[in-house]
T-cell receptor
Framework: EAGVTQSPTHLIKTRGQQATLRCSPI?????VYWYQQALGLGLQFLLW???????NRGNFPPRFSGRQFPNYSSELNVNALELEDSALYLC??????????????FGPGTRLTVT | AQSVAQPEDQVNVAEGNPLTVKCTYS??????LFWYVQYPNRGLQFLLK??????LVKGSYGFEAEFNKSQTSFHLKKPSALVSDSALYFC????????????FGAGTTVTVRA
């Protein structure tokens, strides 16, 4: 079974530009989650999508946005990049189990560097 | 508000010795609890989870975790550590609600010396 895949592996942008990160979930998983792992800030929840809808978002500004496509893949867009957006962005997927807490499976991440 | 604490930034053990990585949480209700491991330049790998029932949960790669409700702790353990267990370990919680996001601890770096 293929795992969660993310592209690109690395992304270098300059301040003010836009970045687009992509994620393909494990086959059969309908939920996709995005997390930011920044140096010194740990892992922080960004966004959760399920069945094409945004279900929850973390404490991030609106310039962080995304979407989920009919095939359950997802994009994370970061507009007006700032230096502090430099981080590893992790995508995870899971079944949506209602009361069953299915674990989230993570991709290898996209390393975004803003210069 | 929910929070997860991993009180030790680093844990160092000799190969073959027991390994314990500590985690305490502050979440209303009875949350779901998870352990993940991250190897350098890799994503997180799921190790185990606690839902309900037996306080001792067994997971992947010989790891287990002990849930203690009165101490609100969920410590990760391995009876005999391997050099290959050297990695960054994260404890995470998810409330028993429709909020599916995980809240992570700051992580504990484990170094197992040969």
């Amino acid at each position: 079974e293929a795992g969660v895949t993310q592209s690109p592996t690395h992304l270098i942008k300059t301040r003010g530009q836009q970045a687009t990160l992509r994620c393909s979930p494990i086959s059969g998983h309908t939920s996709v989650y995005w997390y930011q792992q920044a140096l010194g800030l740990g892992l922080q929840f960004l966004l959760w999508y399920d069945e094409g809808e945004e279900r929850n978002r973390g404490n991030f500004p609106p310039r962080f946005s995304g979407r989920q496509f009919p095939n359950y893949s997802s994009e994370l867009n970061v507009n007006a990049l700032e230096l502090e957006d430099s981080a590893l962005y992790l995508c995870a997927s899971s079944y949506l189990g209602g009361e069953i807490p299915y674990e989230q499976y993570f991709g290898p991440g996209t390393r975004l560097t803003v210069t | 508000a929910q929070s997860v604490a991993q009180p030790e930034d680093q844990v160092n053990v000799a190969e073959g010795n027991p390994l314990t990585v500590k985690c305490t949480y502050s979440v209303s209700g009875n949350p779901y609890l998870f352990w993940y491991v991250q190897y350098p330049n890799r994503g997180l790998q799921f190790l185990l989870k606690y839902i309900t029932g037996d306080n001792l949960v067994k997971g992947s790669y010989g790891f287990e975790a002990e849930f203690n409700k009165s101490q609100t702790s969920f410590h990760l353990k391995k009876p005999s550590a391997l050099v290959s267990d050297s990695a960054l370990y994260f404890c995470a919680v998810r409330p028993r609600s429709n909020d599916y996001k995980l809240s992570f601890g700051a992580g504990t770096t484990v170094t197992v010396r040969a």
